[in-house]
């Protein structure tokens, strides 16, 4: 797989994140990694919007403030990654799009407004890595990403099966965006997989739904098992050949590494593990991305924005390695 030259879109260098030597880190504006707006550079390879939307949730609430926390932890992220050799902001133009405004009392016009905001931003932007709120986004998401690239691979990293079918009777929320996305075609349905599933169930019969709807299921047992190595190899078997959509749910990680989260599970990753797979998806096409349920009201010190700061800054480095050449 070809490395994606930016120089091809973009007749000039990337424009890169302020420069912290000159501006301290804590100072100025939060845009994502202090990279520029779009505003600014008008197009991009990739665009980081925020989705401050968390109508979806069935249990703890705060997701909506989730991409201004994740962008203020993200002021101490810096140019090159030496884990995996790239410097991603200076291989391809990232930009900052700002937020998609999501109708917060009309659950049916606000996955509209995301989708509608999703296919805008496509148009200036050939990729997306996106920050909820909550996990309801990834149907709209997936959905604009289909549009463009047919049925795609997804990677989804959470502690949640998110396929069940309905809550109180409402067909769409945080649990159920995988569900509908394969019910509406969005998702390769023989390439695509669940890493970190943990928990309790309602019953044996939740598995059976997901098994019929395309997921295969790496859980937290199997890799403590197995390790991690493994697991990257079952992941990567399932999702080759593939245009690959990853979502991540930061409750895919233990409550000790993110504790602010609405539905948190014991058992989980830890963030290390987590990067590390993230990392061995750099020779994937990936075509797009979220990480969603970050809700800072229950965050210490920042622990969980800073981990998903860091989950996506590895993904847009993924990106950069591993980028189509078209």
């Known amino acids: 797989m070809s490395t994606h030259d930016a120089s091809a879109d973009h007749p000039s260098s990337p424009v890169g994140p302020r420069d912290s030597s000159r501006t301290p880190r804590f100072a100025g504006p939060a845009s994502f990694a202090l990279l520029p707006l779009l505003e600014t550079v008008g197009t991009a390879d990739i665009a980081v919007a925020g989705v401050p939307f968390d109508s979806g949730v069935s249990y703890r609430p705060g997701a909506r403030f989730g991409p201004a926390h994740v962008r203020e932890s993200s002021r101490l992220l810096r140019p090159y990654n030496p884990a995996q ?22 659950l049916d016009e606000a996955m509209e407004q995301v989708y509608q905001g ?17 996990h309801t986004i990834a149907y709209p998401l997936l959905r604009a990403a289909a549009e463009k690239h047919g049925p795609v691979a ?25 569900r509908r996305a394969a019910e509406d075609g969005f998702i390769d349905l023989t390439a695509s997989a669940h890493l970190g599933i943990r928990g309790p169930l ?3 019969g939740d598995l059976d739904d997901d098994a019929r709807l395309g997921f295969q299921i790496t859980t937290t047992e199997f890799i403590e098992e197995h390790g991690v190595p493994a697991a990257i190899s ?25 504790p602010g989260t609405g539905t948190p599970e014991a ?28 809700a800072p009201a229950y965050d210490h010190a920042q622990l969980t924005g800073i981990a998903a700061a860091h989950v996506l800054y590895e993904l847009l480095s993924a990106m950069g390695a591993g980028a189509p050449s078209a």
């Open 267 to 294: 058992g989980g990753l830890t963030s290390r593990e987590l990067l590390r797979i993230i990392r061995a998806m750099s020779d994937q096409n990936i075509v797009g991305v979220d990480v969603v349920e970050v």
């Open 234 to 258: 079952r992941l990567k078997q399932r999702l080759a050949g593939r245009p690959v959509y990853i979502s991540v749910d930061i409750d895919v990680l233990d409550p000790a590494h993110a």
């Open 202 to 204: 309602y019953g044996k």
């Open 118 to 134: 999703a296919t805008e931003l496509l148009t200036r932007a050939p990729r997306l890595a996106v920050i909820g709120g909550d």
């Open 154 to 178: 997804v990677l989804h990293a959470d502690a949640h099966l998110d396929t069940w079918d309905t809550y109180f009777g409402a067909p769409l929320t945080h649990g159920t965006p995988f």
């Open 85 to 106: 050799d790239i410097a991603p902001f200076a291989v391809q133009q990232v930009a900052d799009a700002g937020d998609i405004v999501a109708n917060p009392f009309d």
